[in-house]
């Protein structure tokens, strides 16, 4: 899912409609990381909501259990993510994406690109 998400992002011709599934994807390996790396997975889920992540599937994938695991994880952490992530155009979130993606292949020995 990571390197799905870093050759869609990744692709110059990508528009910014890609976001919220891109978020969603983001948000889905988030959850897996919050007990391993929960630090990352904090960035993860406040990028996933800044990208407007597709909240179809609920209660699962709703904003508030996504925020409230966040702050339970990393309060702190979640905050200063969130307000970083506040004013970022396309390009800067594009380089945010493919950076906290390079960091989870990083813990995760695998290769994102």
Do not use: K, W
Request: charged share 20%.
């Amino acid at each position: 899912l990571p390197d799905l998400v870093a050759a869609i992002v990744g692709r110059p011709d990508s528009r910014p409609t890609v976001f919220p599934v891109c978020g969603a994807a983001l948000l889905a390996v988030a959850m897996t990381d919050l007990d391993r790396a929960p630090s990352l997975a904090v960035r993860m889920i406040a990028l996933a909501c800044r990208l407007h992540f597709l909240r179809g599937f609920q209660p699962v994938m709703s904003l508030d259990s996504a925020e409230q695991a966040a702050r339970d994880a990393d309060g702190p952490a979640y905050d200063d993510a969130v307000s970083s992530y506040a004013g970022l155009d396309n390009a800067a979130l594009r380089t945010e994406i493919l950076a906290v993606l390079a960091e989870h292949a990083r813990l995760s020995g695998s290769d994102p690109a």
